[in-house]
């Protein structure tokens, strides 16, 4: 699977005004719903809360990935967000996220939040992407970033 069949440009959101994990998660819930991938967004983010509670998806190096799966996801995409000066999703390494992926599948998705998770997490995993995205100034270079980790 490709990212950025389902990481729309209008769901990219280069400055974050959010400040904390659940201020965040809203955010980015809000370009999911305003571009039409949400039936009900409170019912969605609920779902990305309880899935908080858990345990954090703060991953580290800078990065989370809050997810939910719910009948409130019309199809399954991602929003992506970027905090300049980081905020706390509770990572075991104990860094600030910069770099926020939230996660939308439909419940009846079967493992696609997983697979999802894992596209991700292989692209993350490197620095110099990490360092790519954070220093992305526009949409278009968070996409070439992302395309060219294929």
Do not use: W
Not at 5 to 30: C, F, G, Q, R, Y
Not at 69 to 77: F, P
């Amino acid at each position: 699977m490709k990212i950025t069949e389902i990481l729309h440009p209008n769901l990219i959101k280069m400055t974050l005004n959010a400040s904390s994990k659940e201020e965040v998660i809203k955010e980015l819930a809000d370009l999911l719903e305003e571009n039409g991938f949400l039936l009900n967004k409170d019912e969605y983010i609920n779902e990305v809360f309880h899935r908080e509670a858990l345990g954090s998806t703060g991953v580290g190096m800078g990065v989370a990935i809050p997810h939910g799966k719910s009948t409130a996801v019309k199809e399954a995409s991602v929003a992506f967000g970027k905090s300049i000066p980081g905020v706390n999703f509770g990572s075991a390494d104990h860094s600030l996220a910069h770099l926020i992926f939230l996660i939308a599948v439909p419940e009846n998705s079967d493992q696609q939040h997983l697979k999802i998770l894992a596209t991700l997490s292989r692209m993350l995993i490197h620095q110099e992407f990490r360092e790519r995205l954070f220093r992305a100034k526009t949409v278009e270079e968070v996409l070439r970033a992302i395309e060219s980790r294929k």
